[in-house]
């Protein structure tokens, strides 16, 4: 398991019986985790000091129960960067902290290079890794298919001091926009890719990720750059697991660039216990080292 284990303005306080006690700053969180099967008590303090719990309906869905003061937004600091949060639909806070294990894999990948990387960051949500690749010196290509996702992501970017650095912020179906990519002839050195389980992209057009994943790696497989440095993807689709993800890097993109492949669960580390979450799961090929 890869942990998520430097973060200082957010913490996993405890988990029990299907819910993670969390600290985004100074607000403390209640929110659903179904992998949390274990009953273990509430044994930490804020469990009762929490300012928001999301509860789940038994008919889908679920909203936001105020037991405290919230603010609308606010924003938190992973090292030189910052985020917006806020809470929103189906327990989200637009942040997976567990992805900041893969923040550091890039930036040292970026900042280690001998010129500057053109990263593709597909599926790319509020920009957690857009941003960590800007702020390391990448030229980044950000797509996703929510035009409120993207505004998010330049938010972020503005409060991370790289509002001006060299990217692009682009609304799109990610299949459509590969495949024009791959008409084009344009090429990137990292590719990193957090599909959603099951999605529409803003044509109303179906993804459902165990059906779809296979074919667009080997898609993205053809923009990649003679020279590319890595392909990241990441899923929290149950029946997707890392040994699954890394057979396809490995079937699709070792034989054609060589390097290596690896896959493995991301947790965050749990302060009430000293164990971990497991919290999603990715795989990595990287260019062999020269």
Known sequence: MRNSDKWRDYELLDCTDGERLERW???????????????????????????ARYNRSQTGGGSWELLGKLPDRWEISYGDLKFNIKTMGFKHTGLFPEQAANWDLVRGMIENADKPLKVLNLFAYTGGATVAALKSG????????????????????????????PVRWLV??????????IRRGNKYDIIIMDPPSYGRGPGGEVWKLEDEVYNFVSLCEQL???????????????????????????SLIV????GTVSGAELGLPVAQTGMSLPCGATAIWKKQDK
Not at 139 to 165: F, I, L, P, R, Y
Not at 224 to 250: C, K, Q
Request: proline share 5%; charged share 25%; net charge positive.
């Open 172 to 181: 799109d179906d990610c299949i459509k926009f590969v495949q024009r990519e």
């Open 25 to 51: 700053g100074d607000v403390i969180l209640i929110r659903p985790d179904p992998q949390v099967i274990w009953k273990t008590g509430r044994r930490h303090p804020l469990w009762r000091k929490a300012n």
């Open 255 to 258: 034989p054609k660039h060589g």
């Open 224 to 250: 990649l750059a003679d020279d590319a440095r890595a392909i990241l993807i990441n899923s929290y689709t149950t029946g997707l697991s890392p040994s699954v993800m890394e057979y396809i890097l490995g």
């Open 138 to 165: 990448a030229h980044v290509t950000h797509v996703d298919a929510s035009k409120g996702m993207v505004q998010w992501a330049k938010e972020n970017a503005v409060s991370s001091g790289v509002a001006d650095a």
